[in-house]
């Protein structure tokens, strides 16, 4: 409700801000800008300004102090720089559903790591089928990533049919497939390795850890030597994405003390300020604003650094970083012929049978591994046919796909292309099938039960 001593500009402004803020932060809002954002590419791409595209995404830009120098495209600073920023949400986003979320309950944990196995090996498997002594096998952990936000976005177009455990599910098992991409791309896509500056950056991730178990909580301190041990990563041939994911590991999920002792604290200090017989003046007293700041600092410290890195990252990432990495990498200049064309080369053909028929099998063939054995149990509410329809959903793996095959297809354009037209076909008959198969099979099940 709008504060009645506001002006009427205001009051207009706060009408409109509380639903575009609910649009900005509800989960399919990422999805439809990274649809945005890949459909400006594609048309930038093909269109009469294709050059000016080109010629933008291979724009030099860096700096330089002294000799030190750091340059490179635009789209290696989006790829191998703002990306580890995307890449430390997602570190803590998996720290703490391992602390606390759907990974952090065995009977759970057990289930989603056996799917999102399924759902890796399976696909690269098919891929290498058709890849298999080609220069193009390089590719083959392109199809074993889900993009969570398009899948979560497709997930949420059903969700009236559908348990909401499920939407739980999905987040669980795209958190582990995501530990997995990230380990292939660490391990498998790094060129050339120096073992110095591989050292410096454990040692500066040894040195937050430490920081972490000392209390340290200040955000300068992680910022500073986060900013080191991606500088060290990125050096040592390692891609530096990782070092986002191994920097979140080290932010601590522990309050400063007790939220009890700190949420009193703040009670105590808004009760004085309630029983004073002036009003409160958080400008013209300087008492009066300082037990203020008391409040927000007590509520501060009861709350963890990791959340509050989640929260102030997350509209960043969801409405700028990612975007932008789709709109200077998903532009695939092609004709109906060409395109065509490459969807037939065994690249093509690798990955739309990965995604599509790899990630079904592989994910729902581990799940009905895990319930005839009794290795896992699903959440309350979510079945098999709920399942097989994520299953489908999950091979979805537009960005983390387009971001593997960046790295794989580097210096091979002609399988660069191909791949990124087959990840987007992928991925749109992946996201139609799955939605179809939840909207009818799975909810006409939940009738019939």
Same mark, same amino acid.
């Given at each position: 409700?709008?504060?009645?001593?506001?002006?009427?500009?205001?009051?207009?402004?706060?009408?409109?801000?509380?639903?575009?803020?609910?649009?900005?932060?509800?989960?399919?809002?990422?999805?439809?800008?990274?649809?945005?954002?890949?459909?400006?590419?594609?048309?930038?791409?093909?269109?009469?300004?294709?050059?000016?595209?080109?010629?933008?995404?291979?724009?030099?830009?860096?700096?330089?102090?002294?000799?030190?120098?750091?340059?490179?495209?635009?789209?290696?600073?989006?790829?191998?720089?703002?990306?580890?920023?995307?890449?430390?949400?997602?570190?803590?986003?998996?720290?703490?559903?391992?602390?606390?979320?759907?990974?952090?309950?065995?009977?759970?944990?057990?289930?989603?790591?056996?799917?999102?196995?399924?759902?890796?090996?399976?696909?690269?498997?098919?891929?290498?089928?058709?890849?298999?002594?080609?220069?193009?096998?390089?590719?083959?952990?392109?199809?074993?990533?889900?993009?969570?936000?398009?899948?979560?976005?497709?997930?949420?177009?059903?969700?009236?049919?559908?348990?909401?455990?499920?939407?739980?599910?999905?987040?669980?098992?795209?958190?582990?497939?995501?530990?997995?991409?990230?380990?292939?791309?660490?391990?498998?896509?790094?060129?050339?390795?120096?073992?110095?500056?591989?050292?410096?950056?454990?040692? $500066?991730?040894?040195?937050?850890? !430490? +920081?972490?178990? &000392? /209390?340290?909580?200040?955000?300068?301190?992680?910022? #500073?030597? =986060?900013?080191?041990?991606?500088?060290?990563?990125?050096?040592?041939?390692?891609?530096?994405?990782?070092?986002?994911?191994?920097?979140?590991?080290?932010?601590?999920?522990?309050?400063?003390?007790?939220?009890?002792?700190?949420?009193?604290?703040?009670?105590?200090?808004?009760?004085?300020?309630?029983?004073?017989?002036?009003?409160?003046?958080?400008?013209?007293?300087?008492?009066?604003?300082?037990?203020?700041?008391?409040?927000?600092?007590?509520?501060?410290?009861?709350?963890?650094?990791?959340?509050?890195?989640?929260?102030?990252?997350?509209?960043?990432?969801?409405?700028?970083?990612?975007?932008?990495?789709?709109?200077?990498?998903?532009?695939?200049?092609?004709?109906?012929?060409?395109?065509?064309?490459? $969807?037939?080369?065994?690249?093509? !053909? +690798?990955?739309? &049978? /990965?995604?599509?028929?790899?990630?079904?099998?592989? #994910?729902? =063939?581990?799940?009905?591994?895990?319930?005839?054995?009794?290795?896992?149990?699903?959440?309350?509410?979510?079945?098999?046919?709920?399942?097989?329809?994520?299953?489908?959903?999950?091979?979805?793996?537009?960005?983390?796909?387009?971001?593997?095959?960046?790295?794989?297809?580097?210096?091979?354009?002609?399988?660069?292309?191909?791949?990124?037209?087959?990840?987007?076909?992928?991925?749109?008959?992946?996201?139609?099938?799955?939605?179809?198969?939840?909207?009818?099979?799975?909810?006409?099940?939940?009738?019939?039960?």
């Amino acid at each position: 409700m709008a504060d009645k001593s506001n002006n009427a500009l205001q009051r207009g402004l706060e009408n409109i801000h509380d639903p575009f803020s609910s649009f900005i932060r509800a989960q399919t809002t990422t999805s439809w800008f990274l649809l945005l954002a890949t459909i400006v590419a594609l048309w930038w791409a093909n269109s009469d300004y294709s050059s000016t595209y080109q010629n933008l995404t291979h724009t030099s830009v860096g700096f330089f102090l002294g000799d030190f120098k750091l340059h490179g495209s635009l789209k290696h600073i989006i790829n191998d720089g703002l990306m580890v920023i995307f890449f430390f949400l997602l570190g803590l986003e998996i720290k703490r559903e391992v602390l606390a979320g759907a990974l952090a309950q065995p009977e759970n944990r057990h289930m989603l790591i056996l799917c999102a196995i399924g759902g890796m090996v399976c696909p690269a498997a098919i891929y290498l089928l058709f890849n298999w002594s080609l220069d193009s096998q390089i590719g083959w952990g392109i199809p074993m990533a889900t993009d969570t936000a398009f899948a979560l976005g497709a997930l949420t177009i059903v969700r009236k049919h559908i348990p909401g455990s499920l939407l739980a599910f999905l987040v669980g098992l795209a958190i582990v497939d995501d530990v997995g991409a990230i380990l292939v791309i660490a391990i498998f896509y790094t060129q050339e390795l120096s073992l110095i500056h591989l050292f410096g950056a454990f040692a $500066l991730l040894a040195f937050l850890a !430490l +920081g972490n178990y &000392a /209390g340290v909580r200040q955000s300068y301190f992680y910022i #500073i030597f =986060g900013v080191g041990t991606w500088w060290m990563m990125l050096k040592s041939g390692v891609h530096p994405t990782f070092s986002g994911v191994a920097i979140a590991l080290t932010i601590s999920a522990r309050p400063k003390a007790t939220s009890e002792r700190l949420l009193d604290g703040a009670k105590t200090t808004i009760d004085s300020m309630q029983k004073q017989s002036k009003p409160v003046d958080v400008l013209g007293s300087r008492r009066d604003h300082d037990k203020v700041l008391g409040v927000r600092d007590s509520a501060e410290s009861a709350s963890t650094p990791l959340r509050r890195w989640e929260d102030a990252l997350e509209l960043p990432v969801a409405l700028f970083i990612l975007p932008l990495f789709v709109l200077t990498n998903a532009g695939v200049p092609f004709s109906l012929s060409s395109f065509m064309e490459s $969807l037939q080369h065994p690249t093509g !053909l +690798g990955i739309i &049978a /990965g995604l599509v028929l790899g990630k079904l099998i592989g #994910i729902s =063939g581990a799940c009905w591994l895990g319930l005839r054995y009794k290795i896992g149990c699903l959440p309350d509410g979510v079945n098999f046919q709920h399942v097989i329809g994520v299953s489908l959903i999950a091979g979805i793996g537009f960005t983390m796909s387009t971001f593997i095959a960046t790295l794989g297809f580097d210096s091979q354009p002609v399988h660069l292309q191909s791949a990124k037209s087959s990840i987007m076909v992928a991925s749109l008959v992946s996201a139609l099938l799955g939605v179809l198969y939840l909207r009818f099979v799975a909810a006409k099940t939940n009738t019939r039960g």
